[in-house]
């Protein structure tokens, strides 16, 4: 079973770009096995947000709404995966999930999400 | 985007009675070419990060507890717990993935009365 484990700072200033690593224990984010490597974010107290993935190729997909601060790239040798979020503000703190979807199955899709990271919480504050 | 709107927020239900969720997506999430439905249901415990329990619409996870189905199709679709077990108690979520961009209802608290 696939793990995963987000890690980065749990405080970032406004203005500032937030950066998150997401290491991939018993699977690898080279896998052709049709994997979506996923960030999703989840303010305290509310609901889901879908950030974004990136393929096994690099290829990339990200919320419109944060696209043009979004940043997700894949570190092959260090099997992990990551996310920058520049320009923040208050309203990106949030809960980060790291993620997982797709798979080779036929019966799984890209936007399903069936291993997740246990989430780290992220503060923008001064 | 499609919006995914749950009900009811949250409900209270005794220990071995049935649990509903509703949800409703603002728009039909049936692909007519496979007539499928591209709807998911999520767990959320205290503390944890979201589990999934059901996808396209129906189809149960594996080890998911048969007391979980999912039903509905196009923009209206429900979640049943058929005997609500002290360890259920959660934030269930829906989620579309019909789109480029998936999203989530806001959720619904299932607790013990």
């Known amino acids: 079973q696939v793990q995963l484990q987000e890690s980065g700072p749990g405080l970032v200033k406004p203005s500032e770009t937030l950066s998150l690593t997401c290491t991939v224990s018993?699977?690898?984010?080279?896998?052709?096995?049709?994997?979506?490597w996923s960030w999703i974010r989840q303010p305290p107290g509310k609901g889901l947000e879908w950030i974004g993935y990136i393929f096994y190729t690099g290829s990339t997909n990200y919320n419109p709404s944060l696209k043009s601060r979004v940043t997700m790239s894949l570190d092959r040798s260090n099997n992990q995966f990551s996310l920058k979020l520049s320009s923040v503000t208050a309203a990106d703190t949030a809960v980060y999930y790291c993620?997982?979807?797709?798979?080779?199955?036929?019966?799984?899709?890209?936007?399903?999400?069936?291993?997740w990271g246990q989430g780290t919480l992220v503060t923008v504050s001064s | 985007d499609i919006v995914m709107t749950q009900s009811p927020d949250s409900l209270a239900v005794s220990l071995g009675e049935r649990a509903t969720i509703n949800c409703k997506s603002s728009?039909?999430?049936?692909?007519?070419?496979?007539?499928?439905?591209?709807l998911g249901w999520y767990q959320q415990k205290p503390g944890q990060p979201p589990k999934m329990l059901i996808y396209?619409?129906?189809t149960r996870e594996s080890g998911v507890p048969d007391r979980f189905s999912g039903s509905g199709s196009g923009t209206e679709f429900t979640l049943t717990i058929s005997s609500l077990q002290a360890e259920d108690v959660a934030v269930y979520y829906c989620q579309q993935y019909y789109t480029t961009l998936p999203t989530f209802g806001q959720g619904t608290k299932v607790e013990i009365k």
């Open positions: 396209w619409a129906s």
């Open positions: 018993s699977g690898s984010v080279s896998s052709t096995d049709s994997y979506y």
């Open positions: 993620a997982r979807g797709g798979g080779p199955s036929a019966l799984r899709h890209a936007y399903l999400i069936d291993n």
């Open positions: 728009q039909s999430v049936l692909y007519s070419s496979n007539n499928k439905n591209y």
